[in-house]
């Protein structure tokens, strides 16, 4: 049905998304000042240029390759998703991730973390043949650690197998629409529509009109065929029979035990474990990869000299004890970036030097070279937040505009605010002043779009 959305998810992720297309709808990049004029670098982790559009989405951690599935679904990449990575995301630039992944050598897995509440049904059916090609080159996994609903466990399904922390929650396999209408509201205002069409299914479900028995048969029959993909799909690829559906579908939300037992999951773990798992049993690596699991935040307070028991979860504890019984490769080859070279013999031992003394002294060397690491992953989170300063100063400026357009509409004196927080505050109050001047319905001589080509408020959701 042309101007209806078919959406796979919850209704926060549909006003996320609409939130956020709203914002940037028309704009191009140098409207907002996002892009410099720096030709695109090769980037350090993969060997691919800086402007491929899944880049973004993409994290290295040693022979692991891990791709964010975070926030509203869509199917077309736009080019401001890339700087509200983690609210939006494209199933375009969910491909181009995974195929960058699966041609980048040294990457022996790709696991897709999932965080969202759903998308769009269109570029669906695609993407997870995208999936299973690249997970014929490399195994692709999926797993979460906060929720994979509707479109979102659509393509977690596709993956080899699916994994989800405890509380995490997958699952709200079913459809919705909600459609709204303007008929009451308009008949009060003194307002009556008009609606003509040629073909006797064209366009049912507008605002302007009531749905009469035949049109909500025809969305409800949509409705189903919709339902009966995404069923097929989920079954196909858990080995679940359509006959249990009420136990796995139906629109329920399962937290991860509750999914194993359905079916829907294969084992109840967290990221970090399944990122440390990979990595102790990677014999070809340095022993120390799984430290990644440890934020560079965490190995400063312990380097500063903070007990590690109280900086620690028990899973990092373990992993960070782990890796003091195993020797580095640096320190061994005495290149100084793992403290004092250990393989050197002091020219007169101390006989009293105890065992302990020795390995408070390989500790310290450690955890200096963590500190200096440490530092150099502050300094990098500087430059990105004086980088992300810029970003919201261009933002500011497009608000400011808007403000100054909202004053002349409403004939008020021009007046500059120089805060994000005034700047807001002062669009609210004239947004809200625009609404009572102008209320929805009111004539004015603006030409009307032809309404087949209006875009509903109707949604879809899994």
Request: aromatic share 6%.
């Amino acid at each position: 049905m042309k101007g209806f959305r078919t959406w796979l998810g919850t209704e926060e992720a549909l006003a996320e998304l609409d939130r956020w297309e709203a914002m940037y709808a028309g704009q191009p990049p140098e409207k907002v000042a996002l892009h410099d004029d720096d030709l695109p670098s090769r980037d350090k982790n993969f060997n691919v240029y800086s402007d491929r559009k899944g880049l973004y989405l993409l994290e290295r951690i040693g022979n692991i390759a891990v791709v964010k599935v975070h926030g509203s679904l869509t199917n077309t990449h736009r080019w401001w998703h890339e700087y509200l990575a983690g609210q939006v995301t494209s199933y375009e630039a969910l491909a181009d991730a995974l195929q960058i992944a699966a041609e980048e050598e040294g990457i022996n897995e790709i696991l897709m973390d999932f965080a969202t509440g759903g998308g769009v049904v269109r570029g669906l059916d695609v993407m997870s043949e995208v999936i299973r090609r690249i997970d014929a080159r490399k195994p692709v996994f999926a797993h979460s650690d906060s929720h994979a609903f509707s479109a979102g466990y659509w393509l977690a399904c596709t993956a080899r197998r699916v994994t989800a922390s405890r509380m995490a929650e997958v699952g709200s396999i079913g459809t919705l629409m909600v459609l709204s209408t303007y008929v009451k509201a308009a008949e009060k205002e003194g307002i009556e529509y008009h609606v003509f069409r040629a073909g006797e299914f064209k366009a049912l479900g507008l605002p302007y009109e009531t749905l009469d028995d035949k049109a909500k048969a025809y969305i409800q029959d949509n409705l189903e065929k919709t339902n009966k993909f995404f069923l097929e799909h989920v079954s196909r690829n858990r080995n679940l029979m359509m006959s249990e559906r009420d136990r796995w579908a139906e629109g329920k939300t399962f937290f991860a035990e509750e999914a194993l037992a359905v079916g829907l999951v294969d084992r109840v773990t967290t990221l970090a474990d399944l990122i440390g798992s990979a990595a102790s049993t990677t014999t070809t690596s340095d022993p120390r990869r799984f430290e990644m699991n440890i934020s560079a935040e965490k190995l400063a307070q312990i380097a500063a000299g903070a007990d590690p028991k109280t900086v620690l979860t028990a899973e990092e504890l373990k992993q960070y004890e782990a890796s003091l019984e195993n020797p580095e490769p640096e320190a061994n080859e005495g290149n100084g970036e793992g403290g004092e070279p250990e393989a050197e013999e002091p020219e007169k031992p101390a006989p009293e030097a105890s065992a302990d003394t020795m390995a408070l002294m390989k500790e310290i060397g450690r955890l200096e070279a963590k500190l200096e690491a440490a530092e150099a992953d502050n300094t990098t989170l500087q430059q990105a937040l004086a980088g992300r300063d810029a970003q919201m100063a261009s933002l500011l400026t497009v608000a400011q505009v808007a403000v100054g357009n909202l004053q002349g509409a409403l004939q008020r004196p021009k007046e500059a605010r120089s805060t994000a927080a005034e700047v807001v505050a002062q669009f609210n109050e004239l947004q809200g002043e625009m609404a009572k001047r102008f209320k929805i319905g009111q004539q004015t001589t603006t030409p009307v779009e032809d309404s087949t080509k209006a875009t509903s408020s109707a949604s879809f959701r899994h």
